[in-house]
């Protein structure tokens, strides 16, 4: 079984900054891209960052020289470092992983819970 699970989340004010972080254990054998997404009160979710197994990143236009995605495979952790945080950054967000849990088989995608941020004026 494989979990993800996030934290770092909370109220900021505008202009500040956040870190997240996202733990993934569990019973697996490689983990390739990571990503976080979020998801505000009554919009679909959206991809916020993603990174390759050897830390290629992208990001969504609305991220682009705010955040910064990054991973330390040996703690199996991705992180997203969020500055100049501005109200519209308001929603939960979630950590992606795409995981293999058994040499052979397809890796999966796997959902952490979410945490919430908060960005007020």
């Known amino acids: 079984q494989v979990q993800l699970v996030e934290s770092g989340g909370g109220l900021a004010q505008a202009g500040g900054s956040l870190r997240l972080s996202c733990v993934a254990s569990?019973?697996?054998?490689?983990?390739?891209?990571m990503a976080w997404y979020r998801e505000a009160p009554g919009k679909q979710r959206e991809l916020v960052a993603s990174i390759t197994s050897g830390g290629t990143p992208k990001y969504a236009d609305s991220m682009k020289g705010r955040g910064t995605i990054s991973r330390d495979n040996a703690k199996n952790t991705v992180y997203l470092q969020m500055n100049s945080l501005k109200p519209e950054d308001t929603a939960v967000y979630y950590c992606?992983?795409?995981?293999?849990?058994?040499?052979?088989?397809?890796?999966?995608?796997?959902w952490g819970q979410g945490t919430q941020v908060t960005v007020s004026s």
């Open positions: 992606n992983g795409l995981i293999r849990t058994q040499w052979g088989q397809f890796p999966k995608f796997y």
């Open positions: 569990g019973s697996f054998v490689s983990i390739n891209d």
